[in-house]
């Protein structure tokens, strides 16, 4: 598996510009942000999604781009420039999509497998990278790929230890999914408009909103004809950074 990649917004824009020249007439000023705000799981902003999403967005106004994602219930902030913005809407179309089926793809790694089996250890890894831990989610990575050769290079490290001890601890806990599911950060688009994003999955049987927040966005359960579309909703969406230090979370229930 190909070590992931992480990087900071301003990073993340200047490569775009390499790739796509049209960019360079986007002004530059790319403003701090409180978290890794533009992260949205693994995308990579020269993705082929990414680079789709900007195509169609080539000739649409910024005015447009707000509104949308004001529908959405994306916050943006006054300091964000065009280009930033640009970049939240980009993911959070490709974030808020339809999920493809569920399951490992083919060829894939032992992490890539136990990650769709057990979606916990996604979150956690998830939040090693969403916390800067870099080397730490990386580390846990290659330990399922490659216990030995992690440990040789690791193992004597007490930090790696630990993440190695919770890698065990996980690995060795029973796999446990259902059809319900608690979830919490989706933005505020209104009950209609997220329960149908539910049922871009699969068939929904019950649907409840708990909490709203302008900023933490909004709590509930859901509940799906089928478990396996509950799987396919957790492998998607949990763990996926949607800025402002906001992380979707889907958790199974009993």
Known sequence: MSTPHVQKPM??????????PALALQPLRVAPRRAAALRVGNIDPTSPEMMAEFEKLKDVSMADIN??????????????????VKLRLME???IMGAPDAAGPPAGA??????IYEKPEIKTYVDGLYNKGDINGANAFMEYVNDKPGAEMRYGKEDVYKAIFAVAEEMMAAPSFTSAKLSFAGFPM?????????MESVGAVVTFSIDEEDPVLGCKGKVEFEEEA????AVDKWDGADMGNEVTLTLKYLA
């Open 92 to 94: 959070a179309r490709i």
């Open 109 to 114: 790694s032992a992490y890539e497998v136990l």
């Open 229 to 232: 579309s509950a799987v396919t």
């Open 67 to 84: 509104a949308e994602l004001e529908t959405m219930g994306i916050p943006t902030t006054p300091d964000m420039d065009d280009m930033s």
């Open 189 to 197: 688009m209104g009950e209609d408009a997220l329960r149908g994003q």
């Open 11 to 20: 990073a993340r824009t200047l490569l775009l510009l390499a790739v796509v």
